[in-house]
């Protein structure tokens, strides 16, 4: 069943479209992650789901049901925020089962959702805490809370461990991958971070200008990008891409077997070895520990590859690189990509 269902949805701010008419399916019990840069259109697309913003065009449908005109509280879906929008006056239990009781749940079947909800997180034991007293990560923890105890099938999360530290970011990320698949849920995820897109996701929706850019598996995406901006926005380096001129590497002698409509070719720096063909001198270099990124000046272009940290590099020094042939990208002057 599909979770969530786009038919030329769009909205407008005046004549600003923050969504361009689209069409988007995401299907149940998958963690689907809304990736793009800032104002791309990915937080407009969540809060269309919720119901928060209502569409200019198209129609909205959750679970097969059309929403299109309905309110959040009748759509079944749970939201959890950027800055966790906790009651700083009420307990963790409290904040927790607020919306139960806005909602005249039975005082029996609210105390059994926390019990088993405080316990899947790991909070029983601060329950009767206030927020003020818990870190930035039992804070993110009580919001996931109050979002998982209604048990809504479908759960909307817009980047809420942006506001944690890289360490604890990564550990939410392992908790919360781990917990959407151990209860099933259907998820949809709002971040600008690629490796969190990448690390978490079933699905990844690319977003740019309010346009969705590619669908896709993190393998598909990665391995396969449908067009020049999702090749250089995904992947922890981003992808050389460079200027073709007369079956030529811009600038350079370097000559290439690209397809006649290629006007770019993008290869990884993880696919660009040392010990090839191709002359370069090295023009400045990167260490991060592991890695050595090394960037060698081609013309007035500059590619740039992986080497091992333990690697020594001395400026202006020429070394010799080259690549396999089927770990070139190519595209075309709308930056598409073309499948040789």
């Not at 309110?71 to 939201?79: E, F, I, N």
């Not at 997180?121 to 804070?139: A, D, F, V």
């Not at 992947?235 to 370097?254: C, H, P, V, Y």
């Not at 070139?328 to 073309?338: E, Q, S």
Request: with cysteine; charged share 20%.
């Amino acid at each position: 069943m599909t979770a969530v269902l786009f038919e030329q949805v769009g909205k407008n701010w005046g004549a600003t479209a923050a969504l361009h008419p689209s069409d988007l399916s995401l299907e149940q019990g998958e963690f689907s992650v809304l990736l793009g840069p800032s104002g791309c259109g990915k937080t407009t697309t969540l809060r269309l789901i919720a119901g928060l913003e209502t569409p200019s065009c198209g129609r909205i449908k959750i679970f097969d049901r059309d929403v299109t005109e309905e309110a959040p509280a009748q759509r079944g879906v749970s939201m959890v925020f950027q800055n966790y929008a906790l009651f700083p006056h009420l307990s963790v239990a409290e904040n927790v089962v607020f919306g139960l009781k806005i909602r005249r749940v039975s005082s029996q079947d609210i105390a059994a959702r926390l019990a088993r909800t405080l316990d899947l997180l790991s909070l029983s034991h601060l329950q009767s805490r206030k927020p003020g007293e818990l870190s930035g990560g039992q804070q993110q923890r009580v919001a996931l809370a109050r979002a998982l105890v209604a048990d809504s099938k479908l759960c909307l999360m817009d980047e809420p461990l942006s506001n944690l530290d890289a360490q604890l970011r990564q550990e939410m990320r392992h908790e919360l991958r781990a917990l959407q698949q151990k209860l099933g849920l259907s998820v949809v995820y709002v971040t600008h971070d690629q490796t969190e897109a990448m690390s978490m996701a079933d699905r990844v929706v690319l977003l740019r200008d309010g346009r969705i850019e590619q669908v896709a598996t993190p393998t598909q995406i990665y391995q396969q990008p449908a067009t020049r901006f999702a090749a250089q926005f995904i992947g922890s380096a981003r992808m050389n891409m460079l200027e073709l001129k007369d079956g030529k590497i811009a600038g350079t002698d370097i000559a290439l077997q690209a397809p006649a409509a290629a006007t770019h070719v993008g290869v990884r720096p993880e696919d660009v070895r040392l010990g090839g063909a191709h002359r370069l001198s090295v023009d400045h270099t990167e260490f991060t520990g592991a890695d050595l990124m090394l960037h060698a000046r081609a013309g007035e272009q500059v590619i740039v590859l992986r080497a091992e940290g333990k690697h020594a590099q001395q400026l202006q020094q020429e070394i010799q690189l080259g690549w396999d042939v089927s770990s070139l990208h190519w595209f075309d002057k709308d930056g598409l990509r073309i499948v040789s």
